[in-house]
Nanobody, 124 residues
Framework: VQLQAFGGGLVQAGGSLRLSCTATGGTLSSFTMAWFRQAPGKEREFVAAITRGGGGTSHADSVKGRFTISRDNAKNLVYLQMNSLLPEDTAVYYC??????????????????WGQGTQVTVSS
């Protein structure tokens, strides 16, 4: 399975972006999906995760109320709607896929497949 994240870009503080993640060689409905981000010089950190059917979600405290993860299994897409963006949200954003049937993992090592990342830059 190969994941591809897209939708990043340059936005001013307070603006919005929607990231998308799709897959080739597999269907995303088979996986718990998550978004992580990595800023220069920092470790990859959890942003949000969603269960296979979309009925359960988890968001990091730093993005709660501003970001929303969702999915459309019919379109084989997972989204991250990002509102009220802050300069500290600047990072490369990655989507990850977890083959396990339970839980909403927050550790990057629990995810089996990764996309190439998409850059999000928020200017002040």
């Amino acid at each position: 399975v190969q994941l591809q994240a897209f939708g990043g870009g340059l936005v001013q503080a307070g603006g919005s972006l929607r990231l998308s993640c799709t897959a080739t060689g597999g269907t995303l409905s088979s996986f718990t999906m998550a978004w992580f981000r990595q800023a220069p010089g920092k470790e990859r950190e959890f942003v949000a995760a969603i269960t296979r059917g979309g009925g359960g979600t988890s968001h990091a405290d730093s993005v709660k109320g501003r970001f929303t993860i969702s999915r459309d299994n019919a379109k084989n897409l997972v989204y991250l709607q990002m509102n009220s963006l802050l300069p500290e949200d600047t990072a490369v954003y990655y989507c990850g896929a977890d083959i396990r049937a339970f839980g909403l993992a927050r550790r990057s090592r629990d995810y089996d497949y990764w996309g190439q990342g998409t850059q999000v830059t928020v200017s002040s």
